[in-house]
């Protein structure tokens, strides 16, 4: 019995091996557990055996059952893979002198480089990066901002209503009153983020689009600080020939207020299209922090003074890297936004 078990079960295995199709495994289980088959011979045998005999020998059979059906189960997995691979390889879906599937590096969004560029430049000169709500409440978009409700530069700050007391904020303006209420000066905050407007849009407006905040707050701040520091960013960002230039303006947040320009960054200042042939560009708003915003934040103003700027992101993005189109920014075509950056 132990000697015809042996033999059967080197047959078996290559009964298995050679078994390549759904019926051949058939073939295979009609042989061995059929009706006529050699287990039900294996139990015949059995029978004519001793009493002692019988258990051991049940046994062995009962493990070649269970080898036959291990053996049937495992062999049907190993078909079921190389028969998928077989039909791959006829219909051509999988070829193996094909380049492999390239896993693709993601790359920064132009305004992301922008804010990024922009901000280290703040950090080296000391200031610290804050952020604040896109939902603003009134208070913090005008009123503590100098702009009550019947200022008619409220207009100006043309605003998404969400209800009678909040708004979209409409400039990054409001958090330099959170920042004041929070940090007590001197202080030196540089605030990036979004803002929101109802411009119809156009090649130059969105109503949606990107600023950056700056305020500095300590004891005896003037003009010539503004300038200073706005001389050497605009050098950094644009180049070591840039010039600025400050042009009287009207902020309600800032006392005095001013517009600055750049020399053109395409015709360095001989004048072209893009600066319309003035030879400048404007970049930014900015000016003295008004007296009545630093009381809104909760800071002494016979003490302290200070001032502030604010920059529209996508401007300067559009400047420094030749886009004429706004709308470019936000219509994620990859073939846009991997041209910029490392
Ligand atoms: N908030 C102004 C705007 O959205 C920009 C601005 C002007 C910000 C002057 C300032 C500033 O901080 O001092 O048009």
Redesign the pocket.
Known sequence: MKQKLEALELELRADLKKADSRDALEGIRIKYLGRKGHVMDLFQDMGKLSAEEKPKAGKGINRFKQLVQDGLKQRQVELGKLTKQKSLNKAGTFDITLPSVRRELGRLHPITLVIDEISSLFVEMGFQIVEGPEIETEYYNFEALNIPLEHPSREA?DTFYLDASHVLRS?T?PV?VRAMEKLKPPLRVLVPGKVYRPDAVDASHSFMFH?V?GLLVDENISMAHLKGFLSVFARKLFGEQTLSRFRPHF?P??EP?VEVDVTCILCQGKGCRVCKGSGWLEIL???MVHPRVLEAGKIDSSKYSGF???MGIERVAMLKYGIEDIRLFYENDLKFNRQFGG
């Open positions: 700050f400039h303006s330099q600023q905040e902020f947040f800032t207020s708003g900015a000016g502030a700027f604010g």
